[in-house]
């Protein structure tokens, strides 16, 4: 079975501070690692992912995040937090594999205090 | 405009009274899926489908029911909803079903069951 993990609730940031959202994960076979934002009363939006490749992958809006394989880690970041940036953030991950299962973790809710 | 779209948007409904939750995208995508969104629980998958015709159950699959007859739409039956189907609904979609595409997400139904 595959699962991920934020281990934060919430996570609040000074504007113009660099941010971090973290997530583990937990998969047999290779990872495909995304990361989703969700604004209020919207979808989900799709920030980014890793597939392959450089371990330092670069989504939209300025977001970043670091592919770790020894600490099975994908952990969101960005140097220089904007307001407009507070919205509910969604790592998830699928086995190279399969078709079925995109498994999302449980949300990290983001404020980027002015 | 690309989009996924759901209807209704929101919904309040008796338990046992049959619902269904349309969606739609036109971006020519393969695979569908739904999933439910609850507080601490991040996404689900309920159900998902590789193409016409083809669909298979995901995490959550008791109580729900899907078709997928044309290409573009990919409905959510409830045929005997019950409270603890209160949820936020998602409705999403990809390209193809190999792992690496990303989703795209409809903005949601909130249903209610009392």
């Known amino acids: 079975a595959q699962s991920v993990a934020q281990p934060e609730d919430q996570v609040n940031v000074a504007e113009g501070n660099p941010l971090t959202v973290k997530c583990t994960y937990s998969?047999?076979?290779?990872?495909?690692l995304f990361w989703y934002v969700q604004y209020p009363n919207r979808g989900l939006q799709f920030l980014l992912k890793?597939?392959?490749?450089?371990?330092l992958v670069k989504g939209s809006y300025g977001f970043e995040a670091e592919f770790n394989k020894s600490q099975t880690s994908f952990h969101l970041k960005k140097p220089s937090a904007l307001v407009s940036d507070s919205a509910l953030y969604f790592c998830?991950?699928?086995?190279?594999?399969?078709?079925?299962?995109?498994?999302f973790g449980s949300g990290t809710q983001l404020t980027v205090l002015p | 405009e690309a989009q996924v779209t759901q209807n209704p948007r929101y919904l309040i409904t008796v338990t046992g009274k049959k619902l269904t939750v349309t969606c739609s995208q036109n971006m020519n995508h393969e695979y569908m899926s739904w999933y439910r969104q609850d507080p601490g629980l991040g996404l689900r998958q309920i159900y998902y489908s590789m193409n016409v015709e083809v669909t298979d159950k995901g995490d959550v699959p008791e109580g729900y029911k899907v078709s997928r007859k044309e290409k573009r739409n990919f409905p959510l039956i409830l045929e005997s909803p019950s409270p603890n189907q209160t949820s936020l609904y998602f409705c999403?979609?990809?390209?193809?079903?190999?792992?690496?595409?990303?989703?795209?997400f409809g903005p949601g139904t909130r249903l209610t069951v009392t």
């Open positions: 999403a979609s990809s390209f193809g079903w190999a792992a690496s595409y990303e989703q795209y």
């Open positions: 890793y597939i392959t490749g450089d371990n």
């Open positions: 998830a991950v699928r086995d190279a594999g399969s078709a079925r299962q995109l498994t």
């Open positions: 998969v047999s076979g290779n990872p495909y």
